[in-house]
């Protein structure tokens, strides 16, 4: 039986996990900039406090694109059947981690009065966006796409079948090899 419970498994799938979310992150990062910079130059142009503003949207906008890539492709193999339980953590750990570009913005924009719009966008799109992407990584991982709870789901399955008198035998995962991973979803880009 192949199991990824020890800790060499776990830290040989990190470098594959943290490449497809710094992927799915890349994408975020565009969505994000182009909504804060649309919002900033001619959405909220005369609105006060735009720069907050846009902050806001331009996270809640990025973090919609980031939830679809994080659920079917980075974190894939660790999804929850209840997505609304996982939609609902994963949107926590985004709005926790909003707060962080937010108080940088705030920071840099009120406190120490860098009001250009490249302050603007280094304080959000560079010092924030770095530490909040550290913070959604680790919660991201070890909570709501937690491997643990994927290795609880498998063995609740295993409960069942052998409940039922049905061999667990054939729900075993297979080890990886060059032909399972053709056909992962990323047809082993990254490798799963």
């Not at 470098?15 to 130059?41: E, T």
């Not at 120490?112 to 990584?137: C, E, H, K």
């Amino acid at each position: 039986m192949t199991t990824e419970t020890s800790t060499p498994a776990r830290r040989a799938r990190l470098l594959p996990q943290l490449i497809k979310f710094g992927a799915v992150g890349a994408v975020g990062f565009v969505v994000n900039l182009l909504v804060f910079n649309v919002l900033m130059l001619f959405v909220l142009v005369n609105v006060p406090h735009k720069t907050l503003f846009s902050t806001a949207i331009a996270t809640l906008v990025a973090i919609g694109t980031n939830w679809i890539g994080n659920r079917y492709w980075a974190f894939s193999g660790n999804r929850n059947e209840n997505a609304t339980r996982e939609g609902i953590e994963f949107f926590i750990v985004s709005l926790a981690g909003m707060a962080i570009p937010l108080l940088c913005v705030w920071v840099s924009h009120y406190l120490l009065g860098y009001q250009s719009l490249l302050a603007d966008n280094i304080s959000n799109n560079v010092v924030g966006l770095a530490l909040g992407t550290v913070f959604r990584f680790a919660f991201y991982r070890w909570w709501v796409f937690s491997p643990d709870r994927a290795i609880a789901r498998s063995g609740r399955r295993g409960a069942v079948s052998a409940s039922r008198h049905v061999p667990a035998r054939g729900r075993e995962k297979a080890p990886i090899t060059g032909s399972t991973l053709a056909s992962a979803p990323d047809r082993g880009l990254v490798g799963d």
